[in-house]
């Protein structure tokens, strides 16, 4: 009886050809447009202005790929986009933890006053500080510098308050009560018991972060130009210009797209994993 | 690691008490006096002083970089500023505010977010909500799915809207192919307003659909089984299961996206100015698709005020906190409601 009523239920219940056939649409129309980047970027700009639009790949594609290398200073874009997306997301997951462990395991005053202010800071949009963060990069000559994008996006409010919510449940008060016993120093606890105790938080925080900066657009395209661009910002370049070859364009967003493409095909489960459970401490 | 761990728990119970610094001071020779003050004394200053350490670097870069921004973008608003000479700054009071609501291109920018935000972010949770649902049954190769429903999470704004830029083309653009085919005619997606702004949705909803269902199947999965054989019992079908189980059960992560998504559509900004193509600031030859983000953009880095885009930002702001406080209302209202 319970056996039979559970396979009525829930998450026990077999999905049937229905539901296999919807899911099988949602995928080709998440895949489709990657693929057809793919096909696009093998063709000439000729053959994508024609009807019917290309459904299987030409010859174009080695061509095309060397042509957006350096056209849009590919190499120094994809190398500066690792830098900065190296970078963000180190420091974000260091200072998150430092911070996080503090909010949720230690006492001091002011505490809570200022935890909520960090939750608050959650609500500001980036929009609100460009101005003055452009005029400041302006004076100090960072303009095409990597600081510039660097250092404004190095810590996360997000992040801060992310670490918490795990810290509070994964890491028991009573560890860091008897390392503190034993005589062990603040950074003897951080690093023996909190790092070790924290490492899959701080796997999701600096993957999301990671994506989050490899893809970041709006204060990088402010920031930056042709000359010392990230990845995003010599795509947009590359798309806008008055007559763009669209096959080399194609080839460009194949371009700053594979690394985190391969990334998924690779750790695509773990991905996956790191969200969802992001999704449940967050 | 580990192990450290483990016997810093084990000698707190035993021995621990011997080895604390206070006590150790007692019986050891005179001569090391000094360095046992000075080592209880660092003790005692590292407990009080370290939280402010760990917590200092996000404080120090958010003043940095969010906090004195943030006023000063306060402060500029009040002034004329130019581009090309920002420090030159002229008190106008909130003459950038009134001039503001007389804009008929803030009030059309406006219009454009509300309406891109709409179209992008309903569609987009309803169906994440029913693929989270799909993916939350028995499956073979359910993970195949996740991961392929969250690969358009991987792509940036740039190479996304590039691709659909030529998927949306008029003349030669695959959508409007395949519409020609089955006879519904071209459409123009450039020109048009609600045909544009449907196009610069879709590529939010193509980017951001497959991450929302993951936040709702993880919220599902945490849903206990109990509550749906309980439904079961009483006869409910699938259909009655998900709208009276699963949809409650979700609802404070469902209000979490709702807000994520709404602070997203405020700010959207990269989709339309690359669909735009070369006139992308203005958000299309009629400012038919410009969001309230592209308008800041074209007023201080196509127009040189940077005083007045200061006055756009503090606006999309205002903006915000009021649709947060409706969020909140809303929220509440659902609450008490059950």
């Known amino acids: 009886m319970t056996k039979l009523l559970r396979a009525r239920a829930g998450r026990h219940l077999h999905g049937g050809p229905l539901t296999y056939a919807v899911l099988t649409v949602f995928t080709v129309g998440s895949l489709f447009p990657l693929v057809w980047t793919a096909i696009a970027a093998s063709r000439n700009n000729t053959r994508l202005s024609q009807t019917p639009p290309p459904f299987w790949f030409g010859g174009n594609l080695f061509k095309n790929l060397q042509t957006a290398w350096t056209d849009a200073n590919m190499g120094l874009a994809l190398l500066n986009t690792a830098v900065v997306a190296g970078t963000i997301a180190l420091g974000t997951v260091l200072f998150s933890t430092l911070a996080g462990f503090a909010f949720a395991k230690l006492r001091f005053r002011f505490k809570n006053l200022l935890m909520l202010l960090v939750v608050a800071t959650m609500m500001v949009p980036p929009q609100l500080s460009v101005v003055p963060l452009f005029m400041t990069v302006a004076e100090l000559e960072w303009t095409d510098q990597l600081q510039a994008v660097i250092l404004p996006t190095l810590v996360s409010a997000f992040g801060v308050f992310f670490m918490r919510q795990y810290l509070v449940q994964a890491l028991p008060s009573e560890l860091v009560e008897a390392a503190r016993v034993d005589g062990a120093s603040s950074l003897r606890i951080i690093w023996h018991i909190v790092f070790p105790a924290a490492r899959p938080a701080m796997a999701v925080l600096g993957m999301l972060t990671f994506v989050a900066a490899w893809n970041d657009f709006f204060w990088p395209i402010i920031a930056l130009t042709q000359d010392n661009p990230t990845v995003q910002v010599a795509l947009a370049n590359l798309g806008q210009g008055f007559v763009p070859d669209q096959s080399v364009v194609m080839a460009g967003a194949l371009l700053g797209t594979l690394p985190l493409l391969l990334a998924f095909v690779i750790f695509g489960r773990q991905i996956v994993g790191g969200i969802m459970q992001g999704a449940v401490k967050g | 690691?580990?192990?450290?761990?483990?016997?810093?728990?084990?000698?707190?119970?035993?021995?621990?008490?011997?080895?604390?610094?206070?006590?150790?001071?007692?019986?050891?020779?005179?001569?090391?006096?000094?360095?046992?003050?000075?080592?209880?004394?660092?003790?005692?200053?590292?407990?009080?002083?370290?939280?402010?350490?760990?917590?200092?670097?996000?404080?120090?870069?958010?003043?940095?970089?969010?906090?004195?921004?943030?006023?000063?973008?306060?402060?500029?608003?009040?002034?004329?500023?130019?581009?090309?000479?920002?420090?030159?700054?002229?008190?106008?009071?909130?003459?950038?505010?009134?001039?503001?609501?007389?804009d008929e291109f803030f009030w059309n920018a406006l219009r454009n977010t509300f309406t891109i935000g709409v179209i992008s972010t309903v569609p987009q949770l309803l169906m994440a909500l029913g693929i989270a649902h799909l993916l939350n049954y028995r499956l073979r190769a359910s993970g195949f799915f996740r991961v392929a429903i969250l690969t358009p999470y991987a792509t940036s704004v740039a190479a996304a809207t590039l691709v659909f830029v030529l998927l949306f083309g008029r003349d030669y653009g695959m959508i409007n192919w395949a519409l020609d085919a089955v006879g519904l005619g071209k459409v123009d997606w450039q020109s048009g307003t609600?045909?544009?702004?449907?196009?610069?949705?879709?590529?939010?909803?193509?980017?951001?659909?497959?991450?929302?269902?993951?936040?709702?199947?993880?919220?599902?999965?945490?849903?206990?089984?109990?509550?749906?054989?309980?439904?079961?019992?009483?006869?409910?079908?699938?259909?009655?299961?998900?709208?009276?189980?699963?949809?409650?059960?979700?609802?404070?992560?469902?209000?979490?996206?709702?807000?994520?998504?709404?602070?997203?559509?405020?700010?959207?900004?990269?989709?339309?100015?690359?669909?735009?193509?070369?006139?992308?600031?203005?958000?299309?030859?009629?400012?038919?698709?410009?969001t309230l983000g592209l308008y800041l953009y074209e007023q201080g880095w196509f127009n040189f005020h940077l005083g007045r885009a200061s006055a756009i930002a503090w606006a999309m702001f205002l903006i915000l906190l009021i649709v947060a406080g409706i969020n909140l209302l809303v929220a509440r209202r659902l609450r008490k409601s059950q």
């Open chain 2, 1 to 102: 690691m580990r192990p450290y761990t483990d016997q810093a728990a084990s000698s707190a119970t035993g021995d621990a008490a011997a080895a604390g610094p206070q006590q150790a001071a007692v019986e050891r020779p005179g001569g090391t006096d000094r360095r046992r003050l000075w080592r209880s004394r660092r003790y005692r200053w590292d407990i009080k002083y370290s939280p402010y350490a760990f917590v200092a670097p996000f404080f120090v870069f958010f003043a940095a970089f969010g906090v004195f921004p943030l006023l000063y973008t306060g402060w500029s608003s009040l002034h004329r500023v130019s581009l090309a000479a920002p420090n030159d700054m002229q008190w106008v009071g909130l003459r950038n505010y009134t001039r503001l609501l007389e």
């Open chain 2, 194 to 290: 609600l045909s544009s702004q449907v196009a610069v949705s879709t590529i939010v909803i193509w980017r951001w659909t497959g991450y929302n269902a993951l936040i709702y199947l993880a919220a599902m999965q945490a849903v206990p089984n109990d509550l749906y054989e309980s439904a079961a019992l009483d006869g409910a079908t699938r259909w009655q299961q998900f709208i009276h189980v699963t949809v409650p059960s979700l609802r404070p992560t469902i209000l979490f996206t709702v807000v994520v998504s709404t602070i997203g559509a405020t700010q959207l900004f990269g989709e339309p100015l690359l669909f735009g193509g070369a006139s992308g600031q203005k958000g299309g030859a009629s400012h038919q698709f410009q």
